[in-house]
């Protein structure tokens, strides 16, 4: 008997929300979801510019990579100004600027290999050991710095400094600063790095 009235209370029972609670539960609802939906639009806007960065990084890093690998092969410099460096290194090539490999066993090319930084545009042009001529190739678009090359040894006061090249020293060591500025302007990418010319001592 008991069981049954408590029962019967139960069904004859009141509980559950009332219009107030069922507006507020409502209401927080709806601005949790559109926190939700900001979010998401905000990520799927900066999406794009996310990858474009993370290309411009790799781009960069490639670039340098490929300048310091043939530097560190240089012989001498012959050119050298903060937007260009002209230097004689070995490269795999068959012949100055073509596009046939040499054999692993093969003895490496020497040649004249132009590095030319102006606008936004970084290139290489290979040629004959004194030929500055040529048609370059584009290696990397989008910087903003035109001061790219320094050397040491240098015209700075400290002689381990890199800055413009000296004229009565030849040059050992040449840095490389490459500058990608961010679409959105509050800030952007600077990526450095250098070598030194290995073969300088023996070059003939």
Known sequence: MNLRAAVRRARRGEGGFTLIEMLVAMTMGVVVMGGVVILMIGAMRSQPKLESQATDVQTARWTLERMTREIRDGITVDRATPSSVSFQTYVRHATCGGTAMLASTATATKC?????????????????????????????????????????????????????????????????????????????????????????????
């Open 112 to 204: 004249e290999v132009t590095y030319a930084c102006s606008g936004e545009v970084c290139t290489r042009l290979e040629a004959a050991p004194g030929v500055y001529t040529g048609t370059p190739t584009t290696l990397l678009t989008g910087i903003d710095n035109s001061g790219v090359f320094c050397f040491v040894p240098s015209t700075e006061k400290e002689p381990s400094k890199c800055g413009a090249a000296s004229a009565s020293q030849p040059t050992t060591y040449i840095g490389i600063t490459l500058t990608m500025p961010e679409a959105s302007g509050s800030g952007g990418l600077t990526a450095s790095d250098g070598a030194s010319l290995r073969n300088a001592t023996l070059g003939d």
